[in-house]
Every structure is written in structure tokens, then in C-alpha cells.
């Protein structure tokens, strides 16, 4: 029979104010659970029988606990375990002796587990003032140890190991890295943090870098907190051919966040020149429910991203934005910057810095049928170049042209169920559009036109179990629609690159910006195909073509627009339930395809497969001078529990010649990481030269700046 003392008898004995760090938990009366509990003399209190010590979050197990009132002191037989909230905090021991409030004291045979994750095991620990646990002779490793002979992967031998509890930070003398019991690292001082703590100041995991173009070079990541809210990462890259110090600075604010990163190099690729870039990115919520978000990129020169693997990006964007969505409202402001950082590009010339607002709201009028929708947008183009002609650049641009332009569209819509469950739609619009033009001996110096339109739509939608499985969903859409006017003398700024796809089949003009519109009669018609089976298969198809009543030269080649009757678009889709996806769109002419795009990817438990295809024909009007077409790979396997391979691989068809390579291989389990890439890169641009990278890591896990890897704990006995 178990019996339960009350706290008022052995408060006094058992008040464990050492492993609570609260001042009112740490005295709150204490409960001693036990098989037997018996007085002997005046001054010993003896449990005996799968004792049970209780408070607050701390639970001390133990097979006999001895209390000698007359000098205070606990003796205590094990196997003895202690755990401090919930299983943060393990300690196990062959026997202890204590004070009365297992503050200071000494257990020997002592084992502290951290977190399920750090193991520390000691000939004897002391417990000094119930915040420090000092371990002799000790060695420590996340790694799963099974017998008392097995050699962990990695261990940390030290001389003594002293816990901070409070701090959460382990303290290490004569500490020493051993490798399947081999000796490869002496440190005479070390600290680390312990795993229960998540932002630790330290070094963070190292990786081996090997460059063609950089040099071998090593990776020391240094992470400093400023408290909860923000911190910095200092990286400095120390390599044959490259000096370079990677920095990242994060800070979280009530009403936001921001984070930037950056690097400053001195390499042998440009000698004498110091090198860099910065990245910032962050957002706000700031009055009336608006939020301010911003994205600002710069570099030091056109090929620093790609000499450093840090963006494979060949323009290089910045965005400042104020925004506000609402159930029928749409407002936001931007200031935007560009810069080309391709060799046949000039800045100057082209168009660098952008300015716009946008308004959008739907509303309704009591008793008048349909939805009203008002449309408000400006915006302005600056280039640094005053040149009003066509200068010797590769473009076709007047190289100095600046443009503002003032746009506003108001338009009416409604639908309505017809007999036979056909579905009709009919909208109005009319567009003002006003043009500044500056700098440009081509054009008049402003432009303003008052365009109208309307366009009818029927729908034809038929829903229902065909052939008894899953659900299909045939739609045949047909839209004719009108656009009055004629084309205005604008120069054309925004609208030269037209995709063409399912989400502007049935759009009055196809063209991205306002400065150029379809005009005249047109003829939109297209299916859409749906099925979902009941055994987890799903596919897709849409057809669609549009004609016109007169060809529209503004489109190019490839938009497939070009003629009084476009090109057939065709989408489609399928996925599986085994993990099989795929999406393809593209464009098809009398002369075959003029524009096409497909992925696949299947995905499982253990394989990750992707593939891409992308074609786009030769079109001077979109300063595209040859075809493009590629293929991309990429993919990653699963071999064990602890093996991942990974590959990547880009082939460009057109010029015949590989693009891109890589592999990878990565081995971790609940103590370790291991990763390993190679990178090969085959510049075809001018700017750019070839490079091959490799990249060692090796993580300890365990530690707060390691991680966890939990999920990969092996198991004794498999």
C-alpha cells in the first residue's frame, strides 16, 4: 500500500528549492510518495519502496531515502532519477548525498540528460547553491550509446563540466573532441550552450568552402543576441584568393520586422578592390491599416552575386511599398528601382527608377442590378540618360526617354442563369488614359485618349458523375467583345513582353500595361476540362483561341497573337496519388510552338524528382536574338534513414551545351550532420567565367547552435 505524507510534516525536509527557481514555488510544501515510511529515533525519517519526491515541476525517484534531522543532510540509494520540467532536465545517479534542500551535495555514478538530446556521463557531480551541477571526469555526446563498451561517433572528453542551470551554458575544462574514440581536437576552455537554449551567443556550425574561382576557404559563423528581439551573425570567410566578412542583422518590432544581410571581399578576382553587397528586407504595419514593406538590393559590381554564389539574378530589383487590401478596396504606392547587371545592358539607358500608386474599389448602387468598379493608377519612368534619340546601345529605345502617365477605368458587370443552365455575362468598360512624355524627339510631349468597351460572355457549364467515378467538369466558353479607338501616338514603355495564357483568354486587352490596347471586334473561344476520381486522380485541360477583326502589330512573335487568329493555347494538368504532378502550357501555331513550359515532380516518402522544360522562340521584338530552350533536373533521394543524395543539372538545348551540374550527399543522425555539394557552373555570358564550388559541413547536434535531430534517433538493439 502507498502511502502519502503531507508537505506540513517534511516541508522542512524536502522544500527542493534547488531545482525550482521560482522564490514561492521553491518554498511550497512538499510531497513525499512511498511503499514505506517509518521514524527511527527522535531525528531519522527513513522512505523506503519506489519513493516519490514532489514539487512544483521537480520529481525526485529514488529506491530509499534516508533524512537525518540532526545535521540536515539527505542520503539517498538509487537508481536515483531526477526531472526537472518535464524532461528538460534528467539526472540520474547510483547514490547522493544531499542537504535537506538538494542544493549543494554530492551524487555519484551521475548521468545529466539535457533536452533528450546532450548526454553527460561523470564518476560524481556536485550540486553547488541549486544552480550549478559539476561533473568530473566526463564525457559528452548526443550520440545514442547502447552497452557500456560502445564508442560513440563523437564525444567530448573533459576534466570537469560545469552546468549553469540559470545561464543554460555548459562550461568545459581540458575539453577534448574525439572522433570513434580517436583524439582529433584540444581546447584547455570551452563553452557551449546547453540544448534548452534557443538563442545562443557562439559560434555556429562551420563549413569547408573550395572554389575555382575563390579558392579553398572556411566558414566561422559567429551569432550574437541582443536580447529576444534582435541579433547579428558575423561570418567572416577566410579563403586562398578571398577575404570576406558575411554579415546578417535581424530585429522583430511590435508592428514588424526587418533583416539585412551583406559581405565585404577583397579577392584576387578584382585586386584592389574592395567588394560587396546588401540586401534588406522587412515590413510594417503602420496607421489605417496600411503596411509598409521594402526590398532593397545593391552590389558593388555586375559579377560580385555570382562570384560569391549569393544571387543568380541578372537584374537587381528594389522595392519600397505601401499597401492596404480590404474586402472591396485595393490601395498602394511604390517607389521602385532596377539596375542591369548584364554586359549588353546599359543603366543609363535604361529604365531605373519608377514611381506609381494604385486605387481600386468595387461598390453597388441600391436597385441597379451588377457590381460598379472604379480604377485609379499613375505612375513615372526615369532614365539617367538626357539623349532624346536612339543612341549606339543593343536596345531600340530612345535611350533618355522619361514617361508619367495618369490611367482611371470605370466598368459595370453582371451574370445571369439562362435556361438549360447556360450562364451569361456582360460588362462595360471606359479607360482614360494620359501620357507625359519627355526627351523623346519620336513623340508628342502628351498623349490623352478616352477609350470605351464591352464584351458578352456565355458559359456553358456541364457537372456530374461521368462513368460513375469522381466528379468531371466540361465548360465551353465563348466572348465577343468590342474596343473602340484607334491606337494612340504613346510610345510603347511597358507592354513589350505579352503572355498569353488562361488568365487573360477572356480579358478585352491582353497587353500588361495601359499604354497599349486592343482595338476593334474580337472573338475569344476555349474549353475547360476538369476530373477529380475518387481514387485521388485529378487532371486538367483548357483550350483556347482568340481572333481578331485586324492584326495587331504590337504583338511579337511569341506571343502568339500576332496574326488575326492567335495560336491555340493549351494547359493542362494531373496528379496522382502516388506523388505525380504535372503542369505544361504553351503555345501552338501552323509553325509548330512558339512558346512552351512544362514541370513534373514526384514526390514520396523518400524521393523528390522535379523536371522542367522551357522553350521560347527567337523574337527580336523582345530583345530575345536566339531561341531558348532548356531542360532542368532536380531531385533528391532518400537511400536509409540517414542517407539523402541530391542532384540538380541544366541543359540548354538551343546552345547545346550543359548549363549547370550539381550533386550532393548527406548523412545525419540524432548526434550528426554531414553535407556535402558539388557545384560545377558553365558561363556562357562574356562577364561571367566558369566555376566549380564545393561545400563540406559538419554539424554536432545536441548543442543549441547544432540543432536537434530527434526524428533521426536510432534505436539499441536495430
Known amino acids: 500500500m502507498r502511502l502519502t505524507l503531507s508537505a506540513l510534516a517534511l516541508s522542512a525536509a524536502l522544500s527542493f528549492p534547488a531545482l525550482a527557481q521560482d522564490t514561492e514555488a521553491a518554498n511550497a510544501p512538499a510531497m513525499l510518495v512511498a511503499d514505506r515510511v517509518f521514524v527511527e529515533g527522535n531525528d531519522r525519517l527513513i522512505a523506503t519502496g519506489h519513493v516519490e519526491a514532489l514539487q512544483g515541476s521537480t520529481r525526485l525517484v529514488a529506491e530509499r531515502i534516508v533524512y537525518d534531522q540532526s545535521t540536515g543532510t539527505l542520503s539517498i540509494e538509487g537508481p536515483i532519477r531526477v526531472t526537472e520540467n518535464g524532461t528538460e532536465v534528467i539526472i540520474t545517479a547510483d547514490q547522493a548525498e544531499l542537504d535537506q534542500g538538494l542544493q549543494n551535495g554530492l551524487m555519484m555514478g551521475a548521468r545529466m540528460v539535457l533536452d533528450q538530446q546532450l548526454q553527460l556521463a561523470s564518476v560524481q557531480a556536485h550540486r553547488v547553491n541549486g544552480r550549478y551541477t559539476q561533473l568530473s571526469k566526463v564525457a559528452v555526446t548526443s550520440c545514442q550509446v547502447c552497452g557500456a563498451n560502445q564508442t560513440p561517433l563523437w564525444q567530448i572528453r573533459a576534466s570537469r563540466v560545469i552546468h549553469d542551470q540559470k545561464g543554460q551554458q555548459l562550461y568545459f575544462d581540458h575539453a577534448q573532441l574525439r572522433v570513434l574514440d580517436i583524439p582529433i581536437a584540444y581546447l584547455p576552455r570551452l563553452r557551449l550552450p546547453d540544448p534548452t537554449l534557443k538563442r545562443a551567443r557562439g559560434v555556429l556550425t562551420p563549413s569547408v568552402h573550395s572554389s575555382t574561382l575563390l579558392g579553398v576557404g572556411l566558414k566561422i559563423p559567429y551569432f550574437i543576441p541582443f536580447g529576444d528581439h534582435q541579433d547579428l551573425t558575423l561570418t567572416p570567410f577566410l579563403a586562398t584568393n578571398s577575404r570576406s566578412l558575411e554579415f546578417r542583422y535581424r530585429r522583430a518590432f511590435h508592428t514588424g520586422e526587418i533583416e539585412v544581410n551583406g559581405a565585404v571581399s577583397r579577392d584576387e578576382i578584382q585586386r584592389d578592390k574592395t567588394r560587396g553587397y546588401l540586401h534588406a528586407v522587412g515590413g510594417f504595419e503602420i496607421p489605417s491599416d496600411f503596411r509598409l514593406s521594402f526590398d532593397l538590393k545593391t552590389t558593388t559590381d555586375d559579377t560580385y552575386l555570382d562570384d560569391y554564389n549569393i544571387d543568380e539574378a541578372d537584374r537587381l530589383a528594389s522595392t519600397l511599398l505601401v499597401s492596404r487590401v480590404r474586402t472591396n478596396e485595393r490601395i498602394s504606392m511604390d517607389l521602385r528601382h532596377f539596375r542591369s547587371l548584364r554586359s549588353d545592358e546599359d543603366n543609363e539607358t535604361q529604365p531605373s527608377i519608377l514611381a506609381g500608386a494604385r486605387y481600386e474599389r468595387r461598390f453597388a448602387f441600391a436597385g441597379l442590378a451588377g457590381e460598379f468598379e472604379i480604377k485609379g493608377e499613375t505612375q513615372a519612368i526615369y532614365r539617367v540618360s538626357t539623349l532624346d534619340v536612339d543612341g549606339p546601345d543593343t536596345d531600340s529605345d530612345i535611350d533618355g526617354r522619361d514617361l508619367s502617365r495618369a490611367n482611371a477605368e470605370l466598368s459595370w458587370s453582371n451574370r445571369w442563369t439562362l435556361p438549360l443552365g447556360l450562364r451569361a ?193 527567337q523574337d527580336p521584338a523582345e530583345d530575345r536574338t536566339q531561341t531558348q530552350s532548356e531542360w532542368s533536373l532536380d531531385g533528391s533521394y532518400r537511400m536509409t534513414d540517414h542517407w539523402t543524395s541530391s542532384s540538380l543539372a541544366r541543359y540548354d538545348i538551343a546552345d547545346q551545351r550543359l548549363d549547370r551540374l550539381g550533386l550532393g550527399l548527406q548523412y545525419q543522425n540524432e548526434c550528426v550532420q554531414v553535407e556535402f555539394k558539388a557545384t560545377r557552373k558553365y558561363a556562357s555570358s562574356t562577364l561571367l567565367e566558369p566555376s566549380t564550388d564545393f561545400n563540406l559541413t559538419v554539424a554536432l547536434k545536441g548543442f543549441s547552435t547544432g540543432g536537434s535531430a530527434k526524428e533521426y534517433r536510432r534505436t539499441c538493439g536495430s
Open 425 to 617: 455575362g456582360v460588362s462595360t468598360h471606359l479607360w482614360l488614359d494620359h501620357f507625359n512624355i519627355s526627351q523623346d524627339s519620336t513623340a508628342p510631349s502628351t498623349v490623352s485618349t478616352l477609350t470605351p468597351g464591352v464584351a458578352v460572355e456565355l458559359r456553358w457549364p456541364f457537372a456530374g458523375s461521368f462513368g460513375g467515378s469522381g466528379r468531371t467538369l466540361i465548360e465551353p466558353i465563348v466572348q465577343y467583345g468590342w474596343v473602340g479607338g484607334e491606337r494612340a501616338q504613346n510610345p510603347n514603355e511597358e507592354s513589350t513582353r505579352v503572355d498569353f495564357d488562361e488568365g487573360n483568354l477572356l480579358s478585352l486587352t491582353r497587353f500588361p500595361g495601359p499604354d497599349r490596347r486592343e482595338h476593334g471586334q474580337q472573338l475569344a473561344a476555349g474549353l475547360r476540362w476538369r476530373h477529380i476520381g475518387a481514387d485521388g486522380w485529378a487532371s486538367s485541360l483548357t483550350l483556347g483561341r482568340v481572333w481578331h477583326e485586324t492584326a495587331d502589330p504590337a504583338f511579337s512573335l511569341s506571343s502568339g497573337l500576332q496574326n488575326t487568329t492567335s495560336d491555340w493555347l493549351v494547359s493542362g494538368g494531373l496528379s496522382a496519388p502516388f506523388g505525380l504532378s504535372l503542369q505544361a502550357r504553351g503555345l501552338f501555331g501552323g509553325s509548330g510552338a512558339s512558346k512552351a513550359e512544362a514541370r513534373a515532380t514526384w514526390s514520396n516518402a523518400r524521393l523528390d524528382l522535379g523536371a522542367s522544360y522551357l522553350l521560347q522562340l
